[in-house]
Structure formats: C-alpha cells, structure tokens
C-alpha cells in the first residue's frame, strides 16, 4: 500500500473525531478502528487479517492512546462492538440494505460480469461492498454478500449461455447434439477435444477435416463482444474436464451454449496448432533435406578420397605407356569402382543449395505435397503489408495449376516478385517454363518465414492473428494514460536526452575508473579484447551446515506430503480450488484430502495410480475425478501465487533482510513424451523435451513459471514473468544468463523501468557505443572496445511506436514470443526494430559499464543466478516420478505439471523458512551464524525431507505364496 492509499485508509478527519470523542475513553480506540475500516472496505472488519499493526498505531497517534495490547477490544461479537456499529452506521447515514437493495445489488453485480475481466470471488465481494459504501447501504454477512455475488454470477453464466444457443440455427444445434451422442465418430466431441499431435502428414489431414466441420457449423460470436474472454476460457475448461455423458446430462441450452462456446474458442486454437504443424513440417522437410545432403557429400569424399593422387597416378602412367590400352594401363591404377565414383561425384555435384532443394523436391513431391489442397482450403492468408502480396497471390495460381493439374507453366503466369534469385535455377527448367513442384516448394518456404515474422497471418486465427490487432485499439484516445502507466514521458526529446545523459556518464566513469581496476583489463588486438578475473569457487560455511544438520534432528525425515499438508493448512491455497461443475458434493474434509494427494502425485510426478495404491481410504478413480474437476492452470496459478506471497510475509527480516526487487531468471529441460506441439529436440542439451522457465527471487521464492518449447524465445519468457507474475513482488532487477537478453530485450527492459541484468558467457567479445562521435576522443581508456554511434534520430521518430508495443505487453493485447518474432533479425528493415536496436545498444552500453566498473555488481547477478540454478537442481529431487519425464502428450496436463511441481517446491521453501526461523529464534544459534552464514542462508534445501514414504523392513514378515493359505 502506497504513503498515500495509507493516508487515506486511517487519517480522522474534523468529523470522525468529534463523533468518536462522544465515546468514553476506553471504547475510543476500537470505535475509530471499526469507523475506518467501514469507511475504506464498505464493511466491518471480522476477519483476522483486518488488522493492520501499522494502521493502527497511526490511530493510535491520532487519538493519543496506546494499542490495546491484548485483543480483547477487537472480539467483532462483542456486545460492545455490535453498538459501536450500530453508531457508526447512523453516523453516516447507512441503512441496512432491503430486498429491494439486494436485488439491486445483483444487478449491479450482474453488470459488472459483463464488463469486467472476470474477477474472483473475493475481488467481486469486495468491488460490492465498494458498491454498497457508495450508495448508504450495509450487508451485514459476509456469507451474505458471498451468496448474492455467486448467484448474480450464475445467473450472468446462465444468461450467456442461453443467448449462446438461441443464436444457433436449427441445423447447427442438430450436428452439436449428433457430435455429443457419437463422441467418437466423425465430427465427435471425443475427437474435437483431442490436441492436432506430433507434425506428420496424417495429423495435418485430420486437423483440416476438424476445421472444415467447425467452419460448416457457422458459429458467431458477434454476441461476445464486450465481454472479457477469461469468462469464455472458465467455461472452455469446463467443458475440457468434462466428457460426452456428463456434457450430455445438462439442460438443452446449457448444453448447447457450453458446447457452442467450446467449439468457437476451439476453432481458433486449432487454426492455430494447424499453422505450427505447417511451420514444423516446413522447417523439417528443409532441415532433413540439408543432412541428408550433407550425409550423402561425406560418404563421396570418403568414396573418393585422394582423387589428385589418383589423378597424378593415371597421368604417370599414361605418360611411360603412350601406345598402351586402357584395360592394361590405367586399370591396374584406377579400378573401374574408383572411376565410376569420381562420375557420379562430378555429375552430382553442385551447389550446396542446388542440392538440398533437389532432395527437398523428392520428399515433398512424394509425400507432404497431399497436404497442400487440404491446408489451402482452410487457412486464409492474408497481409496487412504490400510486399508480401506476391506471396499471397503465388498461393492462389498454386491452387488453380493443382486443379488443372499443371505440371509446368509459363514463367510469366508466376507473380512478379514470388521468386528469390537463389531459387530461379532450380524453378525454371531447361525449356523456360516454371516447374510447379518446385515452385509450391519455393513459396512454402517464403511463406513459412513470413508466418514467422508475423507479416503474413491467418484468418480466425489467435496467435497468429493480424498483428494491427496486437495493438491497443484505443492507444490514440488514450495515449496519456498508456504513457502514465509505463512511467515515460510523452516528449521523444525528453526520453532521449536522459538515456543520452546515463550512458555518457556511464561510459565516464568507467573510463576514468579502468586503469585502477585490477579485475579487468583489455586488449588491444583479438576479437576477445576484454579479460575479467572470475570468482573463485566459495565452499558452504560450516555454520550452514550445522544449521541444516540441527533442522534433520528437529524434524527428522519429514515427509514432502506432510510438508504440502502444512502450507495448505497455514496459507489456504486450497481454497483457490474449485469444481468445475455447478454444484459440490464432497465435504470440505474429502475435497482437500484428495486434493492434497491429486496435487502430490502430479507435483511429483509420481502418478495418481501409484499414490491411491499406497494410500489407504482413496480410490484412483476418486483421484482421478478430482484431478478432472478441480485441477488446472489457473487454479495452480493463484495457489502459487498465495505460496509466494506467504512466504514473503512471514519472512523475519532480521533473519532473511528486506524483501527485495530483485529476481533471477533461468530455464530447465524436461524429458517429455514427443506427439505433440510442445515437445521438440533440445540443440544445446540433446533430447526431446520441453523446457519450464522459472522466475525465482534472492531468497529462493518462485513468483512465476512458464512451459515453453525448447526453440521458444527466452527473451520473451523473461518479459513474460516480470509483466504476469502474480505476487505481492516489484521486480526492479532481473538477472539472466546470455540466452535470456538481447538488444530489443534490453530496449523492452528499460520501457518496463526494469534493468536487465545477464551473466553473459561471451563477455570478451562485448562492444561499448558511444552517445556523440565527439566522445571518442576523451574514452582513450576504452578505445579498444570502442564501436559506433548510437543514432538518437532513430529512437526519437519511433518512440511513439515503441510506446505503443510496450503497452500491447503491458495490457495482455499481445504476448511477448509475438511481438519480438516482428523484431527478430531477418526483419532488419522495419523502422520499430531499428530504433528498438539503437535503444537496446544504447541501455547494453549503459549496463557493461557498470558490469565492468562494479565487482559487486558483477558478485551480485552471479549470486542471483546462483539461487535459480540451485532452484533447477532441486526439480531432480521433487519431480523424482518416472524419471522426470512428463508422461502426457496434452499441452494443457503438461502445463499442470509444471505447475504442480512450481506448488510442491515453493511448499518446500515456505516450511524450510519457518524451521530455519524457529531455529534462529534461539539466541545461542543466532550468535552462532557469521555474516557469511547469514549471506549464503536459503531456504531450499531437502536434506531432511523424504519424499518417497516410509519404508519398514520385519525379518519375522514373510510373503505367503499358497493361495490357499491367504484365503484362509
């Protein structure tokens, strides 16, 4: 809470003095508390965490009394405190709310689901109690208030619903009835739920026989405008967790509405994965094409190997032998194998190029060539940017040469413009005319880069949606407030004069500090022109040590379930759970036990199977449903985020410092099972897998997790977390490696008003910009590691357009991995990327020279990043199941376990920082910690816990093998 929103909450104003000096002194105190509390949240406070220590020793200063120290003066049932509220609901003209009032305030609340971004529970009972303050009006329940909002926010879901299938034609409602009773025919339910698979030719097929049945089904969704798609998405999962029967058991428009909105949420994401299956057969078709080249090319050297010896040893020997025949000449020298692999080198030979779009053109003549009509006749493409049009109109001629069954055309029916130099040769045959084969080819690939670059984008696609509407629509109209909200100003002048003025002081600095660092020294000639000593190795203090051996004697081989038991019990994430049907039947006692088992054997990767066969009183089918109702990414999400949060707040500062804005940034591969999208080879790691990215703070607390693909972009992850991350945390520092920063990295950065910090693995090759060519002369310092000007004209014209994408990012209208694909380095011309670059340069400079001014800085980010490696290396040990191999092929139950695992872990440090707390609290162990005990002290580690079970070993035991006998 800001100096200000404090203010507000607890300061007496002339008229809440005098009325609460009406009351003797000894009520004083508890009266202006309940005023206060009324007067900000619209209801008295009844919850233990309405306390505020800091709000009220401010009342306490105001009324010149002390804190009551014992809580007697806060007992909300007191008799005392039911008459205070009584006065004070008389004192500001409050009345107690009638069924008129309540039926307004459903509608109220009916209308705020319409219009807002799908608020929790909580967040609408509060914005209803704000409603209720502002028109004198007082419910006087909690469970009250929760009823009305749960039933104004049924009746905003049925409304919907209904509406959903009203709008659908008869024949429509017909085919989504026939699709729920043969969930496993064509068209079925079963089949539109499935994920597209692994990018082969028959999953491409299938996916364009999905979407041509959900283009014939005609589904508007023109009656959704205005309302915020998380409702759609809530509904989505639901109908996700659900199969035919129990879809079928709804009311008709419930049915039908639920379905109808699946099925239009669907129809985008699998435009979607159809386009990333193209991208990967594209790019595979190419990829395997270049090795088997490069495969076949080595097998001829080897074939042929010394061929100018072999060519000097048939020269001598026609020269001694001028009259003789070749058969008793050259023979003996050269054999006819040797001879006929230096032919069949020379006639395949070539350019490299040449020759992989030859193997290009057999693949996907014989092969993947039977997916273009299917593909072509689903997805429209479509480009906001003249240049491309060539591309768009190649596609067209490709589809009415297929149906006239062209084999060759004319090279002037090609369009102009649709064919690269590099490409001509092998288009266009011996004759001059076009060779189509070779042409779908040359235009597949064009179209794939394009696709990629988002210039070129899809129609009723989500990801891959025209990139105008990536933008904030209202950026114009609002353009002050989009400003505010960055913290920029909205003079390009003014920017650029203060990133100018930070880095040629920057670069001052570090040029008169240089020759007094004894860490760093540089080069003159080389390409690695800068040397850092590094750090030496630090082993772990002995009192680290011992303090973790005194918490296995507290709490021996303490078990990883009974650690997630404990954080449930002490910070209540189970309660971000909640059941995807209309109704609950289990009792809150049932729900968290199988809740806490669901959550271990996915956290864990053990399995539900394995967890309900060593358990006692629990069914896998009972798991298995709670996992299917309850579990899924966004509930994971906030219960990791409670995590979090819980963590920072019981945090003895005394012990741990001051919460910090600081946070480390890093990716761990997973094993993963390869028939689907997410999966691919990793090429720094080897192996399939996908990769978790974490965002983990200095004390190893995890603020936010991301499943990507292994060539996702990890400049993009990084963005992700600082912008999504759902805890209490500001995050004004962020460490990564060098895979996670880039120049647009480090221009988004700095919009954000955060500083990118990396360790980065190429440091000796780093270059330093300068702000004026005037500089040059007075860095002679620097002079080896010197380079150009940054051009401040660029980033002045484009500054409204970086604006613009920062807030795109900022407000959710695009994710990061689409904006910085229009910014990757093939797209050298667009004129944002340019000044993004300059801007990038200009804040990288303005990092390295602190980076090499500042040992401690240097310390520093190793020390951050140290704690996310330390996290990645505790996954092994949680995620211990199958071999740490995510074990599904749905995107989404990957992304649940990624999830459940982040649960697990940040459980592990919310009780690890209790114990170590509770140890510390002894004075004799407090004095015994060093400052290089208290500097490396974390809170993840797992050398007490046991997470596997308990396992007893009786010698007098012995496993009976007579069935007879067991019978008995």
């Not at 794939?448 to 009723?460: K, L, P, Y």
Request: hydrophobic fraction near 40%; proline fraction near 3%; charged fraction near 25%.
């Amino acid at each position: 809470m800001s100096d200000r929103s404090f203010l507000e909450c607890w300061s007496l104003n002339f008229n809440d003095m005098e009325f609460v000096e009406a009351f003797n002194l000894a009520s004083r105190f508890r009266v202006a508390f309940q005023l206060r509390f009324f007067q900000t949240h619209g209801r008295f406070p009844s919850r233990e965490q309405d306390l505020s220590s800091e709000g009220l020793e401010y009342l306490a200063q105001q009324l010149d009394v002390k804190v009551p120290v014992d809580q007697e003066p806060f007992d909300y049932r007191h008799v005392n405190a039911r008459r205070h509220r009584v006065a004070i609901l008389k004192h500001l003209g409050v009345r107690r709310a009638t069924d008129r009032d309540r039926l307004a305030l459903r509608s109220w609340i009916f209308e705020d689901c319409r219009r807002s971004s799908a608020p929790t529970v909580e967040d609408q009972v509060a914005s209803a109690y704000a409603w209720c303050l502002s028109n004198s009006i007082y419910i006087s329940s909690d469970k009250i208030m929760e009823r009305l909002v749960r039933s104004a926010r049924h009746d905003f879901l049925k409304d919907l619903l209904a509406s959903t299938a009203r709008i659908l034609p008869a024949n429509t409602r017909d085919q989504l009835e026939k699709s729920l009773s043969e969930p496993r025919g064509p068209g079925g339910f079963h089949l539109m739920k499935n994920g597209v698979g692994a990018a082969t030719l028959a999953n491409v097929l299938g996916a364009c026989d999905r979407l041509t049945f959900l283009a014939a089904l005609n589904l508007s969704s023109e009656h959704l405008a205005g309302i915020d798609p998380a409702w759609i998405s809530m509904l989505c999962r639901r109908v996700e967790r659900e199969n035919a029967s129990e879809m079928r058991r709804h009311s008709d428009d419930r049915r039908i509405g639920l379905y109808a909105l699946y099925l239009m949420d669907r129809q985008r994401k699998l435009t979607d994965d159809l386009v990333d299956l193209f991208l990967e057969i594209t790019h595979r078709l190419q990829t395997r094409s270049r090795r088997r080249v490069i495969a076949k090319i080595a097998s001829d050297i080897e074939r042929v190997y010394g061929k100018d010896r072999l060519l000097c040893a048939m020269a001598e020997a026609a020269i001694e032998e001028p009259e003789g025949r070749v058969i008793d000449v050259i023979y003996p020298v050269a054999s006819v194998a040797k001879l006929k692999a230096v032919i069949e080198e020379y006639r395949a030979s070539g350019t490299l190029d040449k020759r992989i779009q030859t193997v290009m053109r057999g693949s996907y003549a014989n092969h993947y060539r039977r997916m273009m009509p299917a593909l072509l006749s689903v997805l429209h493409f479509r480009s906001n940017n003249a240049v491309w049009r060539p591309i768009l109109d190649a596609l067209e001629r490709i589809i009415e040469w297929r149906e006239e069954g062209r084999r060759t055309v004319p090279v002037g029916d090609a369009p102009a413009g649709s064919i690269p130099a590099g490409w001509k040769e092998f288009v266009v045959d011996d004759t001059g005319r076009l060779n189509v084969i070779s042409y779908e080819i040359c235009i597949l690939g064009q179209l794939r880069s394009s696709i990629r670059a988002r210039e070129i984008w899809v129609e009723g696609a989500d990801r891959y949606r025209n990139p105008d509407h990536d933008l904030p629509a209202d950026f114009d109209e609002r353009r002050a407030s989009y400003y505010a909200g960055l913290g920029l100003p909205q003079d390009a002048q003014a920017f650029v004069a203060n990133i100018r003025s930070e880095l040629e002081d920057e670069l001052r600095l570090l040029n008169e500090t240089l020759p007094k660092n004894d860490k760093v020294r540089l080069r003159t000639t080389g390409d690695n022109r800068i040397c850092i000593t590094p750090f030496e190795r630090q082993p772990e203090p002995a009192g680290l040590i011992n303090l973790k051996n005194e918490i296995g004697r507290t709490w021996p081989m303490t078990s990883l379930l009974d650690v997630l038991k404990e954080t449930a019990l002490d910070t209540g994430f189970l309660d971000c759970f909640e059941s995807s049907a209309s109704r609950e039947v289990l009792t809150e006692d049932v729900r968290n036990r199988r809740l806490l088992l669901t959550l271990y054997g996915v956290g864990t990767n053990a399995g539900l199977n394995r967890i309900a066969t060593g358990t006692e009183g629990v069914s896998i089918d009972e798991l298995a449903h709670v996992y299917r109702r309850y579990v899924n990414a966004t509930a994971l999400r906030a219960a990791c985020a409670k995590v979090a949060n819980a963590t920072l707040a019981i945090r003895d500062p005394d012990i741990w410092g001051s919460v910090g804005t600081a946070c480390a940034a890093d990716s761990t591969k997973f094993g993963a099972w390869d028939r689907n999208l997410m999966t691919e080879w990793h090429a720094r790691y080897g192996g399939r897998g996908v990769m978790i990215y974490w965002h983990v703070e200095r004390r190893a607390t995890c603020i936010y997790s991301q499943l990507k693909r292994c060539s996702s972009s990890e400049v993009a992850a990084m963005i992700e977390g600082v912008l999504r991350h759902c805890t209490d945390m500001e995050i004004q520092r962020q460490y990564v490696d060098s895979h996670g920063q880039s120049v647009v990295g480090f221009a988004f950065a700095h919009l954000f008003d955060f500083e990118l910090a990396p360790r980065l693995k190429a440091i000796a090759s780093q270059k330093l910009v300068l702000a004026s060519a005037d500089q040059r002369a007075s860095l002679t310092n620097l002079t080896p590691i010197l380079a150009g000007v940054v051009d401040w004209g660029e980033i002045a014209r484009q500054y409204d357009e970086m604006v613009k994408y920062a807030a795109a990012m900022q407000h959710g209208t695009a994710d990061p991995e689409s904006i910085l694909r229009r910014f990757s380095k093939g797209d050298v011309m667009h004129p944002t990327y340019k000044a993004l670059a300059e801007l990038g340069r200009a804040v990288k400079t303005i990092f390295l020279c602190r980076y090499l001014r500042l040992e401690s800085y240097r310390r520093e980010i190793n020390e951050g990043l140290n704690v996310v490696e330390n996290w990645n290396s505790a996954n092994g040990f949680v995620f211990f199941g199958k071999g740490g191999e995510i074990s599904t092929n749905r995107v989404n139950e990957q992304e649940i376990a990624a999830l459940s695992l982040q649960l697990v872990q940040a459980s592990l440090v919310y009780v690890n920082t209790r114990m170590v707390q509770s140890i510390l609290s002894d004075r004799s162990w407090a004095e015994r910690m060093t400052p290089e005990d208290m500097r490396g002290l974390s809170p993840l580690f797992y050398k007490y816990v046991n997470p596997y079970g308990h396992f007893e070993v009786d010698l007098e035991q012995r496993i009976e093998f007579d069935r007879s006998l067991l019978a008995a």
